[in-house]
């Protein structure tokens, strides 16, 4: 999955549950349950989500909802191998990324 985010400093909880097709209460209920979320909080409580929260909601999505994990296997396998899920996660995208723009310059030709 590629979430298309225009890049910004922080983003609101209703943005990234649109990007990620879900429901807000569900990125809440990660927030809870992964440490690795860390939004911060204005003055009236609302949710202010960093570029890195975006990275780890990612990874975590990718390992519940498309290699589905379990939330606790997902815990795991981050605190397990956080440095290298990351790095995999990174090269994945990436890969994504690539094959997008060649299927863009094939369809051009």
Known sequence: MHINL???????IGELAVAFDVNAS???F?????DILKPKKNAKG???FTPEDVKNLQLI???????????EGAKIHLKEGQKKTLDKFEIIRKLESI????????NQL
């Open 99 to 106: 094959r997008t723009q060649l299927l863009n310059i094939k």
């Open 46 to 48: 609302n949710r202010k």
């Open 30 to 34: 990660w927030e809870k349950e992964f």
């Open 6 to 12: 225009p890049d910004k400093l922080y983003y609101s």
């Open 61 to 71: 999505f990718h390992l519940v909802k498309e290699r589905g994990f379990t939330l």
């Open 26 to 28: 569900l990125i809440r």
